[in-house]
């Protein structure tokens, strides 16, 4: 089992900077790759970004140079740089694991752009 809990969201102008951070806990030896998917109201949840194990990272289109994924293997957490953010990049962002084939997400943290 993977517990992961996120942190980092809130209310920031357009513009503006955010960190997220994803901590994993329980078998976290068995992780293998973490990444942050967003969820709009009235919309599907979509990958952001994700990292596998040997750092090889993958970026959505929509967010490519302006966020960036990285992962700190040592402390078990994932973090999401999220610069120039826009009103559209608002949602809940989440954090998932996949670990011996599992995948396990975390409860969200909201991100709210202002125009």
């Known amino acids: 089992q993977v517990q992961l809990v996120e942190s980092g969201g809130g209310l920031v102008q357009a513009g503006g900077s955010l960190r997220l951070s994803c901590a994993a806990s329980?078998?976290?030896?068995?992780?293998?790759?973490m990444g942050w998917y967003r969820q709009a109201p009235g919309k599907q949840r979509e990958l952001v970004a994700s990292?596998?194990?040997?750092?090889?990272?993958i970026n959505s289109d929509s967010v490519k140079d302006r966020f960036t994924i990285s992962r700190d293997n040592a402390k078990n957490t994932v973090y999401l740089q999220m610069n120039s953010l826009k009103p559209e990049d608002t949602a809940v962002y989440y954090c998932?694991?996949?670990?011996?084939?599992?995948?396990?997400w975390g409860q969200g943290t909201q991100v709210t752009v202002s125009s």
């Open positions: 329980g078998s976290t030896f068995s992780i293998n790759t």
């Open positions: 990292v596998s194990a040997d750092g090889g990272t």
């Open positions: 998932r694991a996949r670990a011996s084939g599992y995948l396990y």
